[in-house]
């Protein structure tokens, strides 16, 4: 599965790096980071750690394989 997930914010580099399985990039006020995610608890583990950081998630998808 691959999700496409955008936070509220520039994320820095050095944060991004908390999530070495995403690629990312800047847009308008929001970073869009997307890549695989292996399965449902990899993809709570993910939300925990945005939450953890006090980063917003504003939209979460799956993408189509």
Known sequence: MR???R???HVSEMLA???PEL???LISEQTLLYGPVIDEAHLY???ARFQ???L???EL???PD
């Open 7 to 9: 936070v509220e914010g």
């Open 52 to 54: 953890s950081l006090g």
């Open 3 to 5: 999700y496409e997930i």
């Open 17 to 19: 790096k908390v999530f």
């Open 23 to 25: 690629d990312h990039v």
């Open 61 to 63: 998808r799956q993408l």
């Open 45 to 47: 583990g993910l939300l």
């Open 56 to 58: 917003r998630v504003v």
